[in-house]
């Protein structure tokens, strides 16, 4: 048994996610399931009876910069994983195509969002105006079209 990095919740507990006694195939869903219900700044942590590192990659590769790996505990039986949610994440589609402006939950979700997290806005075309606005108020940005009717703009401050 090794352990690698100390558990990054220092001034909460973490919510609990033991997977062991669950199904292989729920498993995944049962993780993202909690994943979506953090907050920013909230950790699970994650038990399992093997090494997670494809959940690792899944969500690295689905959800960039929104999440902070850290292992507490590395086998030989049980993998402990300290998963915080770094992100402040805006859905603007919704908004948008009820034909409302989702500017100000966008400029409040980036005024809260700390050094340490990303902002995540989601929209139906690429917001260059939006990435002006937050460049000039000390943001970088990432932005990736990952379907055809949808954007990821992930916005880190420098």
């Known amino acids: 048994m090794t352990k690698p990095e100390a558990p990054i919740s220092a001034g909460q507990d973490p919510i609990l996610c033991d997977v062991r006694a669950l199904q292989p ?19 699970f942590r994650l038990v ?16 960039p910069d929104q999440y902070l790996w850290v292992s507490v505990e590395a086998g030989p039986e049980t993998w402990v994983v300290d998963i915080t949610n770094r992100a402040r994440v805006v859905d603007a589609r919704p908004v948008i ?5 989702p500017f100000q939950a966008i400029m409040e979700a980036a005024s809260s969002t700390g050094d340490d997290e990303v902002l995540v806005v989601y929209a139906p075309f690429e917001p260059i105006p939006l990435e002006g606005v937050l460049a000039e108020q000390g943001f970088d940005h990432v932005a990736e079209q990952i379907s055809a009717d949808t954007w990821r703009v992930r916005f880190m401050r420098r």
């Open 97 to 101: 195509s009820a034909g409302g402006e």
């Open 48 to 63: 399992n009876d093997h090494d997670p590192a494809p959940l690792r990659y899944q969500l690295d590769a689905e959800y």
């Open 25 to 43: 195939r729920e498993r995944h869903q049962t993780i993202f399931d909690r994943l979506h219900t953090l907050t920013a700044g909230e950790t």
